[in-house]
């Protein structure tokens, strides 16, 4: 079952602009993550938020975590072409071990 | 730096061959994961080990199989490859419930 689902699908900006991506989930989460992927290669970790936390940065991202809507935002801030890539939300669940990632929202930006 | 290596970047196969993916870590990590990542579903888990000989089913595990035998290597294993099986597959290790190192992924084409 998909948990994680990321909103827009895909996200065209220019160099410079900020982006922002949400994600949804469904139920009681431990942690949220948000993860990104280039094009045809594996996925690298970005940032983690747990469940008690409202908001976090790190660099130029931040993330904010609502529990009451079950609701994740990632900013990214002056965004560069380098940051053209998928991002995916994922969320670990109370118990054990498994991470479900959503769809991912494929960013784009224009140098 | 933790190292996810796989075998292959790109796998052909043909319908009704058994076929192998590798992927190992470097860090010592206790859990190990397998996914499939296809257009628009996101990453979905097909199996993960928490433990040397030990395994759990994850999403979508049929016509899949697993094997880990020694704590950095865990094996995905396709009894009898399928067209519907054509996907990037994505191995991944960590040693919390949190963050997670990803390999480049497999492109298995089945034909």
């Known amino acids: 079952s998909q948990q994680g689902e990321e909103d827009p699908q895909a996200l065209s900006i220019q160099e410079g602009e900020n982006a922002t991506m949400n994600c949804s989930y469904k139920?009681?989460?431990?942690?949220l993550q948000w993860y990104r992927q280039n094009s045809g290669r594996g996925l690298v970790h970005l940032i983690l938020i747990r469940s008690n936390e409202r908001e976090k940065h790190s660099g130029r991202l931040r993330v904010t975590l609502d529990t009451s809507k079950k609701s994740s935002s990632l900013l990214i801030t002056a965004s560069r072409a380098a940051d053209t890539a998928s991002y995916f939300c994922a969320t670990a669940d109370t118990g054990g071990f498994k991470t479900i990632f959503g769809a991912g929202t494929r960013l784009f930006v224009k140098a | 730096d933790v190292k996810v290596t796989q075998s292959s970047r790109y796998l052909v196969k043909r319908t009704g061959e058994k076929v192998f993916l590798e992927c190992v870590q470097d860090?010592?990590?206790?859990?190990m994961f397998w996914y499939r990542q296809d257009p628009g579903l996101g990453l979905r888990l097909i199996y993960f080990s928490y433990d040397v000989k030990m395994k759990e089913k994850g999403d979508i595990p049929e016509g899949y199989s697993v094997s880990r035998e020694k704590k950095e290597r865990f094996s995905l294993i396709l009894e009898s490859a399928s067209t519907n099986q054509t996907s990037m597959y994505l191995c991944?290790?960590?040693?919390?419930?949190?963050?997670?190192?990803f390999g480049p992924g497999t492109r298995l084409t089945v034909t």
């Open positions: 991944a290790s960590s040693q919390t419930r949190y963050e997670q190192y």
């Open positions: 139920t009681s989460i431990n942690n």
């Open positions: 860090m010592d990590h206790e859990n």
